[in-house]
């Protein structure tokens, strides 16, 4: 089974920058579509970013779209999301996600089979 472990989350302020990884293990990562989402307190999860097994194609939240960038290292089993211009509302728990088929996007969180832990992400006012 697929394990995935996010880092790099933090309290940031306003205007900030972060870049959350994902490291896995236990599967071909790079066979893998991967993803990351976001749950804020008292909202439902919601996607962020996607990219293909190869990199070669992404997809971003309207919110994200021209701040974020999603970005994999296959060689490393590593999937990135380097997050600028943070805002307040950027803040939430930032999960990374894995689908075994690789050369599709996925924006929706049960097209996913497996989970990271999540890693807390703060922006304050």
């Known amino acids: 089974q697929v394990q995935l472990v996010e880092s790099g989350g933090g309290l940031v302020q306003v205007g900030d920058s972060l870049r959350l990884s994902c490291a896995a293990s236990?599967?071909?990562?790079?066979?893998?579509?991967m993803g990351w989402f976001r749950q804020a307190p008292g909202k439902e999860r919601a996607f962020v970013a996607a990219?293909?097994?190869?990199?070669?194609?992404?997809s971003y939240a309207d919110s994200v779209m021209g701040r974020f960038l999603i970005s994999r290292n296959n060689a490393e089993n590593t999937v990135y999301l380097r997050m600028n211009s943070l805002k307040p509302e950027d803040s939430a728990v930032y999960y990374c996600?894995?689908?075994?088929?690789?050369?599709?996007?996925?924006?929706?969180?049960?097209?996913?089979?497996?989970w990271g832990q999540g890693t807390q992400v703060t922006v304050s006012r």
């Open positions: 996600a894995a689908s075994p088929y690789g050369t599709n996007l996925y924006t929706k969180w049960d097209e996913y089979d497996y």
């Open positions: 236990g599967g071909t990562f790079s066979n893998y579509a």
């Open positions: 990219i293909t097994w190869s990199g070669g194609g992404d």
